[in-house]
């Protein structure tokens, strides 16, 4: 297209705005005085900003990245050359699990609370990102596997007074165990289907937390749940504060190490090829059923651990802190951080949970802002914010097979 | 010589549709087989049914790799593949997120076992595992030309070299029969010729058998021991290229009425 089309394009654009907004934003009526205030300016405001917006808008589109030069382009971006570059990626390591330790030393103890509500989003983000990110099943339905973990606790400790570190893993393995359960009828479905059983899943979940009393104790939840204690000794508050975030870190750092160990694994392969092709991926002698179950409980196993990380901090559940909603929001951290890619779903969680949490400010635009920006990230970088990117093997030439060199990095 | 597939009266019914009627069709050792036939006379179907991606109306489908004779109609598609029937598809079907090494990889997930423990250990007999995986997969890869792209994403691979990584895959499940659904197909002509020295090669170096479904006369006169011709999922014939080229039938199918 032309750069006068553009520009009359744009022209029209910011026409229709002017026009759409002149109700509410040129015409002020004054009810007291009965007299109409026009106000013109706002009119040309509008006109002028949505005129730029539109060309920047379109100009953007054209710079786009064509589809087929897409992937070349990507694996340039700088980001995943830094972290696959050796000499820098070990500096990055070290420098970050410093900053991490000395976090809650650092900043105060509202700050570490924020951290790891944010860090049991990354640890479920992870754990999702195996589900839709590596098999390409999109579960909506995931926080019904948060909320197992977390009433496995409370109700463990309830009635048996079983401590949070049975507790965790107990909580994982009974996720696993729902994960696998919702897995088996679904095998069939994909796509749609799939989300919407999922969603329906997640939603039942949580109905019969809330109307099952003599179990869960319905909408009044549970209360007292206790938090982590330390080899017997009760911490104080900030204490047990510090002392939950170094778990959840150390949580984090486990998933992070067994998904990447994972993705990079032969069930790994099994389960990018289960998205790319199903038909291809049978043809080449594997169990699709057993394939997704294994995607949909290893998935769930890591939100089951964040629910019990996530009762022991709350020390208080009820049904409404596992909604369809917060199945979105994980969701979104792996959409936007990028499907597949470790480094990318950290990322997201990070910026989705941390940013509305700093941008109180702006709470009531907060809906209109994540809209916005996952519109524009679909548009620009459908991808996610750092796009996965296939692990290199390297090989000798002159030595040839007995010389398979490993470039690990993911 | 020693038949290792067996094809009986194969049937198979879309609806009113019959795509497939009794159909007879045997394979021998270290054969090259054509099946060929005009649009829509149920070629792929035939692929599809014996890969288990349709499970057939009737008939009976027997493998005998080892001399023993086993029915595997009705098998799940990842069940056959193990029992070694590989093929490729009509419409190029790789793994696009995943590189051309990794797309042979992932053909070798039916001839190896590391499980989710082991993936996530990464023990000894894991490592080993992996390493066979990639050494396997990288000789393959070199076996069919394709080894500078070998860290490419598929889709950015020229066509050519995408149909030859799909060859490449099915041979990484260590398969003793390979189906080619239309090897040739959006081939220039010397892609072709080379595919013709890289099948037999093929055959030679794996010791295979190979079922090709080919419209590329050329290739496949030159190339098949045996040829099987079907029209409107029934077989009109069957012989050597020299005898389906005299073939009356077959020319009638191919031609039309007039010709003969
Ligand atoms: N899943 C299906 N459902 C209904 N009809 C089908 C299905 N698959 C194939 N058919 C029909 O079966 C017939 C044979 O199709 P098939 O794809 O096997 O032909 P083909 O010999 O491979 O043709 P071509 O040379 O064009 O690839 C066609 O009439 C087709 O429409
Ligand atoms: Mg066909």
């Excluded at chain 1, 009635?159 to 994982?172: D, E, N």
């Excluded at chain 1, 069939?188 to 109905?207: C, K, M, P, S």
């Excluded at chain 1, 330390?230 to 998904?259: E, N, P, R």
């Excluded at chain 2, 045997?26 to 049914?49: D, H, Q, R, V, Y």
């Amino acid at each position: 297209m032309t750069i006068k089309n553009q520009i009359k394009k744009s022209f029209l654009v910011s026409l229709w705005f002017m026009f759409l907004t002149f109700p509410i934003l040129v015409i002020q009526v004054n009810t007291v005085e009965n007299v109409i205030k026009w106000r013109w300016l706002n009119m040309i405001g509008v006109g002028i900003g949505s005129f730029f917006l539109s060309i920047l808008w379109r100009y953007m589109l054209e710079k786009r990245p064509e589809k087929g030069k897409q992937t070349k382009k990507y694996q340039l971006f700088f980001l995943n050359n830094i972290l696959h570059e050796k000499k820098i990626f070990f500096p990055v390591i070290i420098l970050l699990s410093l900053f991490v330790l000395c976090f809650p030393y650092i900043f105060s103890m509202y700050q570490t609370n924020i951290m790891i509500s944010a860090l049991i989003y990354v640890m479920m983000g992870l754990g999702l990102n195996i589900v839709i990110g590596l098999a390409g099943l999109l579960d909506l339905g995931y926080v019904a596997f948060f909320a197992v973990g977390a009433y496995s606790y409370a109700l463990l400790n309830y009635h048996y007074g079983l401590i949070f570190w049975i507790a965790l893993p107990l909580g994982g393995i009974l996720a696993l165990i729902f994960g696998v359960i919702l897995g088996y009828p679904v095998l069939r479905l994909r796509g749609d289907y799939l989300a919407i059983v999922t969603l329906g899943f997640g939603e039942i979940i949580r109905l019969v937390l809330e109307n099952w009393n003599d179990f869960s104790f319905g909408p009044s939840g549970i209360s007292n749940i206790p938090k982590p204690c330390f080899l017997g000794i009760d911490l104080s508050l900030q204490g047990t504060t510090k002392y939950l975030f170094y778990i959840i870190v150390g949580m984090v750092a486990l998933t992070i190490f067994v998904t990447n160990r994972l993705q990079n694994s032969r069930i790994g392969r099994a389960w990018i090829a289960l998205k790319d092709d199903e038909i291809a991926c049978q043809a080449m002698g594997i169990n699709k059923g057993k394939t997704k179950l294994r995607a949909f409980g290893l998935g769930a196993m890591w939100a089951g651990m964040g629910g019990v990380i996530f009762a022991a901090k709350t020390t208080f559940i009820n049904p409404a802190s596992f909604t369809i909603w917060e199945s979105v929001i994980i969701l979104c951290t792996v959409v936007l951080g990028g499907m597949g890619s470790i480094t990318g779903v950290v990322l997201g969680a990070l910026l989705l949970i941390l940013l509305p949490e700093y941008l109180r400010a702006f709470s009531e635009f907060r809906m209109i802002i994540f809209g916005a920006v996952l519109v524009l990230m679909m548009v620009f970088r459908p991808g996610g914010i750092i796009k996965n990117v296939r692990r290199i093997y390297k090989f000798d030439p002159i030595l040839e097979k007995n010389s398979v060199k490993n470039e690990v990095n993911s | 010589m020693k038949s290792i597939l067996k094809v009986k009266n194969l049937t198979m019914n879309f609806g009113g549709l019959r795509a497939l009627h009794n159909l007879n069709i045997s394979i021998n050792k270290k054969e090259i087989a054509a099946l060929i036939g005009p649009n829509g006379a149920g070629k792929t179907t035939f692929f599809n049914c014996i890969t288990g991606i349709y499970k057939p109306s009737n008939g009976d489908i027997l493998i005998s790799p080892k001399g023993n004779n086993e029915k595997i109609n009705g098998l799940k598609p990842n069940i056959i593949t193990k029992k070694g029937l590989a093929r490729t598809f009509q419409n190029i079907r790789l793994f696009t997120s995943m590189t051309a090494l990794e797309n042979i990889m992932v053909g070798c997930h039916c001839v190896t076992k590391a499980g989710v423990i082991g993936a996530i250990l990464n023990n000894k007999s894991t490592k080993a595992e992996e390493r066979l995986i990639i050494e396997k997969s990288y000789f393959i890869l070199k076996e069919l030309g394709l080894e500078i792209y070998v860290n490419e994403l598929v889709t950015s691979l020229p066509y050519g070299a995408q149909k030859r990584l799909e060859i490449a895959r099915a041979l990484a499940t260590e398969p003793f029969l390979l189906l080619l659904d239309e090897p040739a197909a959006g081939l220039n002509p010397q892609e072709t010729n080379e595919l013709d020295e890289l099948i037999l090669k093929i055959r030679e170096q794996n010791d295979i058998s190979i079922l090709l479904i080919e419209h590329d006369m050329k290739l496949v006169m030159s190339l098949s021991d045996n040829i099987h011709v079907v029209d409107y999922g029934k077989k009109i014939g069957e012989g050597t290229p020299k005898e389906i080229r005299n073939n009356p039938a077959v020319i009638k199918a191919y031609l039309g009425e007039e010709v003969v």
